[in-house]
C-alpha cells in the first residue's frame, strides 16, 4: 500500500520511503565525498531524482538499487564539477597580467559579465538570491535555506529554474556573439 501510494505522488508515503532509506544512502554518498555537507546534498538531490522518476519504479525492491546507482552518478557528477572549478581557478591565475585596454577579447569578456548581470537582475526575486548565494558565493543549499528561512527543497527548486532560465538566455547571446 505504501509503495502504491509512493508511485501515485503521496507526500506520506514519499516521506516513510525517505525515512527508510535516507540513512543508508547518506552514508554510502559520504563514502565517496568525505564531506558531511556534500553528502547531504548529493542525498537530497536523490531523494528529488526519485520522487520525480517514481513512476519508471516497477516495484518496491527496485528502490534501493535506484537510489544507489543515482546518488552514484550525482556524486561523481559533484565531483566533476569541483575538479573544473579547481582547474578553471589554477588557470586563471597562471594567466598573464595583460593590459585590458588594447585586447578586444577584454572587451567581449565585459560584455558578456555585463549582460550576465543583467539577466540574473531579470530574475525573481527569491531566484536571483538563491542564485547569487549559491553561484557567487559559493553558498550550499542548506546554508542558503537556513540564511533565507525557507526549505533546503525550494532552494533547490529556485536554484534549478534560475540556472535554467541564466544556462537559456546566455547560450541565446553567445551563439549571436559568435554569429556576428
Known amino acids: 500500500m505504501v509503495f502504491a501510494d509512493f508511485k501515485a505522488g503521496y507526500s506520506k508515503a514519499f516521506k516513510i520511503i525517505f525515512e527508510s532509506y535516507h540513512q543508508v544512502i547518506l552514508q554510502y554518498t559520504y563514502g565517496f565525498c568525505r564531506n558531511k555537507e556534500e553528502a547531504e546534498e548529493t542525498t537530497q538531490d536523490t531523494f528529488t531524482q526519485l520522487f520525480i522518476y517514481r513512476h519508471k519504479i516497477q516495484r518496491v525492491e527496485s528502490i534501493l538499487p535506484f537510489l544507489y546507482v543515482v546518488s552514484k552518478r550525482i556524486a561523481i557528477s559533484h565531483f566533476r564539477r569541483k575538479i573544473i572549478r579547481e582547474e578553471a ?92
Open 89 to 180: 581557478l589554477g588557470y586563471i591565475g597562471t594567466l598573464p597580467n595583460r593590459n585590458p585596454y588594447d585586447t578586444q577579447e577584454s572587451v567581449l569578456i565585459k560584455e558578456l559579465n555585463d549582460s550576465l548581470a543583467k539577466i540574473i537582475e531579470e530574475l525573481p526575486q527569491q531566484q536571483r538570491k538563491v542564485f547569487i548565494l549559491n553561484k557567487i558565493e559559493d553558498l550550499s543549499c542548506q546554508e542558503i535555506a537556513d540564511k533565507l528561512a525557507i526549505s533546503k527543497h525550494t532552494v533547490k527548486n529556485h536554484l534549478a529554474v534560475a540556472t535554467k532560465t541564466v544556462r537559456i538566455k546566455l547560450m541565446r547571446l553567445i551563439s549571436l556573439v559568435l554569429f556576428f
